[in-house]
């Protein structure tokens, strides 16, 4: 995909894209996202789980048409985090769970992630979201780089139903997305080729015993997966393994040390 521009829509908007300062590779496939969105229709319940989508689309359309790239993004980031849902309809019961393992609600881990899987994403690839929402994340990299399956692991029930619709809704085909409706906390790290996590739990507690046997459980396998992470709080307890290769105060990158690309 890298370089390739399908359209001279994709090539304008990713050449503005570009003056930003973002890479041709990273223009291009925000450049791809932001067309698609562009032609969707309100996603399925759109007036009591996305009542701004049509606002926000339109206000979308109106920035992509006259201004730059810096304002097209803005426009796109806030479309995005809406569909996100960062106000989540969670039961009492699930918020208590979460809050006391202390994991993040539903916030929108941006489009840096998204945009930068994928040489870490093959065809034959199964990615996992620990902690889910909706599950938009998992989603737009299969929409960017389709690949084999995507485990949404979440605790929400209503989540799971809202990401199904979603799956519809942007095309993707029912067995590349599988949902795992538990706690993060039950639910093993093994099997994976590439792992996104947005801080699920506070380091503490529980919390520790979690990333203590998710670094071990990662560590573990033949061949351990590239692990994405926003507000990370894996990185003490993973070993000499894995290596650091970006990281810009919100999101870290890890790959098993000595892998390629």
């Known amino acids: 995909m890298d370089g390739i521009f399908n ?19 990273e223009a291009d496939r925000l450049a791809r996202l932001i067309l698609r969105f562009l032609i969707l229709p309100s996603p399925p319940d759109g007036p009591s789980n996305f009542p701004r989508y049509g606002e926000l689309q339109n206000k979308l359309e109106t920035v992509t048409l006259r201004s730059d790239g810096e304002a097209i993004e803005d426009a796109f980031l806030e ?3 809406h569909v996100h849902m960062n106000e989540a309809p969670y039961t ?6 979460m809050d ?15 945009l930068k899987a994928e040489p870490w994403i093959k065809p034959d690839s199964v990615s996992a979201d620990f902690g ?5 994340q998992g989603l737009l990299l299969q929409l960017l780089y389709p690949h084999a399956r995507t485990d949404q692991i979440e605790i929400s029930s209503r989540m799971a139903d809202i990401g199904h619709s979603l799956r519809e809704w942007l095309g993707i085909a029912p067995d590349q997305v599988e949902w795992i409706v538990d706690d993060v906390l039950n639910v093993s790290a093994a099997g994976y080729d590439f792992i996104y996590l947005y801080r699920p739990v506070r380091p503490e507690g ?10 071990r ?8 997966p590239v692990i994405f992470s926003i507000a990370d709080c894996l ?11 970006f990281f810009d105060g919100h999101l870290t990158c890890f790959k098993p040390r000595d892998s390629e690309c």
């Open 206 to 215: 529980t919390g520790s015993d979690f990333y203590t046997r998710f670094a």
């Open 79 to 81: 479309l995005y985090a």
């Open 132 to 136: 889910a929402g909706n599950g938009l």
């Open 7 to 25: 359209t001279s829509a994709e090539l304008e908007l990713a050449r503005r894209l570009i003056e930003t300062g973002r890479d041709s590779a």
């Open 92 to 97: 009492s019961e699930e918020r208590r769970r």
């Open 100 to 114: 006391e393992g202390g994991g993040y609600w539903n916030h929108a881990g941006g489009l840096s992630p998204v």
């Open 217 to 224: 459980e990662v560590e573990a396998e033949e061949h351990p």
């Open 235 to 245: 990185k003490d307890y993973l070993s000499d393994r894995y290596e650091v290769f």
